[in-house]
């Protein structure tokens, strides 16, 4: 069963801003470390925020001032706000999970679960 579950994406304008969700419905949300990834076709999927169980937050160079990652614990709900966005930012986000603080590497295959993706379309 589908434990991550991704939503909020869609096709917005450059500029504009957008927050991401993903509802785990997994392993106990307390444990887990938490990562948003990004692939675009025929690409590599790119790391782009981790926050670990203590709240401990990783963002790639490319994305740092304009992209947060948040969690809502009792939601067992993680965010992604993204401002300014760029057509660059075009993309199908996904949301993964990993135990212990590994999210916070920023690699593909530091993560256990991974959701089915939200696109984000952003248009000039």
């Known amino acids: 069963a589908q434990t991550l579950v991704e939503s909020g994406g869609g096709s917005v304008q450059a500029g504009r801003s957008l927050k991401l969700s993903c509802v785990d419905s997994?392993?106990?949300?307390?444990?887990?470390?938490m990562a948003w990834f990004r692939q675009v076709p025929g690409e590599e999927r790119e790391g782009v925020a981790a926050i670990d169980s203590d709240g401990i937050t990783k963002y790639a160079d490319s994305v740092k001032g304009r992209f947060t990652i948040s969690q809502d614990k009792p939601k067992r709900t993680l965010y992604l706000e993204i401002i300014s966005l760029k057509p660059d930012d075009t993309a199908t986000y996904y949301c993964?999970?990993?135990?212990?603080?590994?999210?916070?590497?920023?690699?593909?295959?530091?993560?256990?679960?991974w959701g089915k993706g939200t696109l984000v379309n952003v248009s000039s």
């Open positions: 993964a999970a990993a135990i212990g603080s590994k999210c916070l590497t920023l690699r593909r295959a530091g993560m256990d679960r």
């Open positions: 997994g392993y106990p949300y307390s444990h887990v470390c």
